[in-house]
């Protein structure tokens, strides 16, 4: 995961309104238990590019109901 996260953060930086790129680096965050990183950045991304909210708004539920049943039981 640390190869495709730093691919994604590179292609967040060459193209910051890629959606794509965003839920890509929003999903390997939530993978690997860092839900609340992901959960800010696809805000961020939301209120740099109100364009693209749709396409964010329809992952992030996607991404965090995914990240939360696949979290290790307590």
């Given at each position: 995961?640390?190869?495709?996260?730093?691919?994604?953060?590179?292609?967040?930086?060459?193209?910051?309104?890629?959606?794509?790129?965003?839920?890509?680096?929003?999903?390997?965050?939530?993978?690997?238990?860092?839900?609340?990183q992901a959960r800010q950045l696809l805000d961020d991304f939301a209120r740099s590019y109100p364009d693209q909210r749709s396409a964010i708004e329809t992952f992030r539920g996607s991404i965090l109901w995914n990240a939360s049943s696949a979290a290790p039981s307590p």
């Open positions: 995961d640390t190869q495709a996260e730093e691919a994604y953060r590179l292609s967040s930086q060459l193209w910051p309104g890629n959606p794509d790129a965003t839920s890509g680096l929003a999903t390997i965050l939530a993978r690997t238990g860092r839900t609340e």
